[in-house]
């Protein structure tokens, strides 16, 4: 049978959701002109999410899960799911239900009218504090005008893509995953089809602030070389001023004697400032070496404790716990 839509959901601690999550996927799913399978990404979660995830397996065969060893983090788990998933149209979504599965048959109406890539774009965020809308909509434009390709604002991870996209974004081996930016780069036909955002349904956010900052410094450096030379334009800057300054100094000292400004605190100042300067231009270098690192140590992406639903996978495993001796021993059968 060949599937002809996928949906992608990585989960974590979600055991509050699932149920109304599955309940409105499944009804989406039915008036679906196709076959459907919803890949469900458990994130290490240390609630029951997984003994949930099992028993949709049972109750539904449409229904596959994969299980991942730990908590590797939300991106890493959406690049799990796109690896596994087999239809001809892939969905993305959250499992919060901020992302509504009644748009999805809005964005594959894009899709059968011929673009490869359909994301759905935020214009308006219900019941979110001022904080965090005001710092996601200075985020995405900031990144909009320093990012080397064209990045839309206000879009998530929320997208369907196409097949053919899928299979280049599989490819790609890069670590540090942006998804929504790494989509924007690789090109084919994109639209956005808006939408209003939920609140979510149950249970707290899992995507502190500290793991928003994160997100967004991954896909700040992962997609522009600015930093970096903002750090050579404060390292000039501070040239300048510190040979204004000695300058000002030696003037002071020649013709105002008796000035404070002479003394220890001005040299001080600029010693803090420089030191500052300093230490910001190595933070940025490091964020970009750090990425470096993680690259050449070539470590798999993710582990896999678990997995229903995947013929492809459970048979490799098979095989992979089946000794040498007795595979070689097969083959010549």
């Known amino acids: 049978m060949v599937l002809k839509y996928s949906f992608i959901i990585p989960i974590y601690n979600e055991e509050e959701t699932i149920p109304e999550l599955y309940r409105r996927m499944a009804a989406v799913m039915d008036g679906l002109d196709g076959a459907v399978e919803l890949i469900l990404v458990n994130d290490g979660s240390r609630d029951r999410s997984l003994m949930l995830m099992r028993e949709l397996r049972e109750q539904d065969t449409r229904v596959c899960y994969l299980s991942l060893a730990r908590n590797f983090g939300h991106q890493v788990a959406v690049t799990a799911g796109l690896n596994f998933a087999r239809g001809q149209a892939v969905v993305v979504l959250d499992a919060d239900?901020?992302?509504p599965p009644e748009l999805i048959p809005k964005l594959v109406e894009q899709w059968q009218h011929g673009f490869d890539v359909v994301y759905a774009q935020r214009i308006q965020r219900r019941r979110e504090g001022w904080f965090k809308r005001l710092t996601a909509f200075v985020f995405y434009r900031v990144l909009k005008h320093l990012a080397d390709v064209e990045m839309p604002t206000d879009t998530g991870d929320f997208c369907l893509m196409d097949r053919q996209v899928v299979?280049?974004?599989n490819s790609m081996p890069e670590r540090n995953r942006y998804i929504r930016g790494l989509r924007s780069w690789l090109g084919f036909r994109q639209t956005a089809v808006p939408f209003e955002r939920d609140p979510r349904f149950a249970g707290d956010v899992k995507y502190t602030f500290r793991k928003s900052l994160g997100l967004a410094i991954n896909g700040l450096v992962s997609?522009?070389?600015?930093?970096?030379?903002?750090s050579t334009y404060l390292g000039m800057f501070s040239a300048c001023a510190a040979?204004?300054?000695?300058f000002l100094v030696i003037y002071w000292r020649l013709f105002y004697p008796t000035s404070p400004l002479t003394g220890y605190a001005i040299i001080?100042?600029?010693i803090f400032f420089l030191g500052a300067v300093q230490l910001f231009s190595i933070g940025i270098l490091g964020e970009y070496?750090?990425?470096?690192?993680?690259?050449?140590k070539n470590r798999p992406l993710y582990t896999l404790s678990e997995a229903s639903g995947f013929t492809e996978f459970q048979s490799q495993s098979k095989s992979r716990r089946t000794p040498p001796e007795l595979q070689q021993r097969s083959l010549e059968q």
């Open 97 to 99: 239900l901020q992302d």
């Open 167 to 169: 299979d280049v974004l």
């Open 268 to 270: 001080a100042a600029a």
């Open 243 to 246: 040979l204004v300054m000695a």
């Open 223 to 230: 997609f522009s070389t600015v930093p970096l030379r903002l």
């Open 289 to 296: 070496i750090g990425r470096i690192y993680d690259e050449v």
